[in-house]
């Protein structure tokens, strides 16, 4: 507790929060959240050493009306620091294991961004931001801790440096719309398409020598039926993963692509919540390895008799690799396939502050390589939260 109140002053210090932050009176929510994961392979051709890496989310919510007389408008910061081993570099999945794991281990301005209310419920943000945080994204999924469950790997795989999510933000806009009382809205975003935030090599991007990610989504919220519809491109084309040009440079090929999300809720009530989820993805695989993939899933809370706070959740996730990327595996001299994981998970309070979640994970084909044996791995998730 003292270590995290330590780093939020911190960030007081540095300008990046109101100096009285901390004062009551004050209208700044602050919280934090440390993760800690145990990641061990039970069967497969990797090692079987357990691997521990680290999370931690700073966050800042600062209404400005009430601090700058800067009326309608409020501020979000969130820092991340991220430490550990790197369980993957063993399991050698294409779409990932632990949605904490990262590449490079360090501390990250992950988001700072300002957004002023229009007024009818409009909105419009701009500063760094999480692409992820309203875009292809849906509650329901939200436990699982594989990282497709977070954002679909044919997106998450664009970019010269990944799009705008974990672990890099990137200068972006984004205005949302309600469309009347019902709940249905539209999304319409404007990044960077070079993911590179404070933290990172060469720190924020300001030149967008690399264009732009455009991405719109419309969507329902609120109901027992919940879902939205998304489309983006990038504004400069990639260079494709095999196909050049006669005098040997590659060639640029467009990447876009578009998703669906659909969340219901089988059984609500305030004893119990059953939802069920699913989710497909589509998109150009000229320059990744993806061109489809969908994850599913149930969720249902609480999950133990006499444990309020206990979920649990059950997922599928699948990607089909590209064309591209199979004649490139072949001409290494592998045999392609297709990449899929089944997980559970369950998650409880055991203290105000302390949450344990065992996982279990189950891969086919991982690498996408036809004919690699299955994995089998087992996590175990700390969470505590202040």
Same mark, same amino acid.
């Given at each position: ?10 960030? %007081? ?17 602050? $919280? ?16 079987? $050493? ?33 430490? =550990? ?20 281990? =360090? ?34 999924? =939200? ?37 009347? $009382? ?12 070079? %993911? ?191």
């Amino acid at each position: 507790m003292i270590a995290v109140r330590s780093a939020l002053a911190a960030l %007081a210090l540095a300008g990046l929060l109101p100096a009285n932050a901390f004062a009551q009176d004050r209208p700044v929510e602050l $919280a934090a959240e440390i993760t800690v994961d145990a990641v061990g392979q039970v069967a497969g051709a990797g090692g079987r $050493a357990v691997r521990a890496l680290t999370n931690i989310d700073l966050t800042a919510d600062i209404d400005l009306g009430a601090i700058a007389a800067w009326q309608g408008a409020k501020a979000h910061i969130y820092v991340l620091d991220n430490r =550990g081993a790197r369980p993957n570099d063993s399991i050698g999945t294409i779409q990932g294991v632990d949605n904490i794991e990262v590449p490079d281990a =360090g501390l990250r301005l992950f988001e700072a961004w300002v957004e002023q209310d229009l007024g009818s419920g409009a909105s419009l943000r701009m500063g760094l931001y999480d692409v992820n945080s309203e875009f292809y994204a849906n509650d329901a999924a =939200g436990l699982l801790i594989a990282p497709p469950f977070g954002i679909g790997s044919e997106l998450a795989a664009t970019g010269p440096n990944g799009p705008s999510i974990f672990p890099s933000s990137a200068l972006a806009a984004r205005l949302h719309v309600p469309l009347g $009382a019902s709940g249905t809205f539209v999304r319409l975003g404007v990044v960077n398409a070079r %993911a590179s935030t404070l933290g990172d090599e060469g720190g924020v991007d300001f030149s967008f020598r690399d264009g732009v990610l455009l991405i719109a989504e419309v969507g329902q919220g609120e109901g027992r039926l919940r879902g939205s519809l998304g489309a983006w491109t990038y504004t400069r084309n990639p260079e494709d993963l095999i196909e050049t040009k006669p005098d040997g440079t590659p060639l640029r090929e467009a990447s876009r692509g578009v998703y669906g999300v659909l969340e219901g809720d089988l059984m609500s009530g305030e004893s119990r919540t059953l939802t069920a989820f699913l989710r497909v993805g589509l998109s150009e695989s000229h320059a990744t390895p993806f061109r489809a993939g969908f994850q599913a899933g149930l969720y249902m809370a609480p999950a133990l008799p006499g444990r309020p706070d206990s979920q649990v959740s059950l997922g599928v996730h699948h990607a089909w690799t590209g064309n591209h990327y199979r004649d490139l595996m072949r001409a290494q001299g592998e045999e392609p396939g297709d990449e899929s994981t089944v997980e559970l998970t369950l998650s409880d309070r055991i203290l105000p502050w302390l949450a344990l979640q065992p996982d279990v994970q189950w891969i086919h084909n991982p690498g996408a390589y036809r004919n690699a044996p299955d994995a089998l791995l087992a996590i175990l998730r700390t969470t505590i939260s202040f």
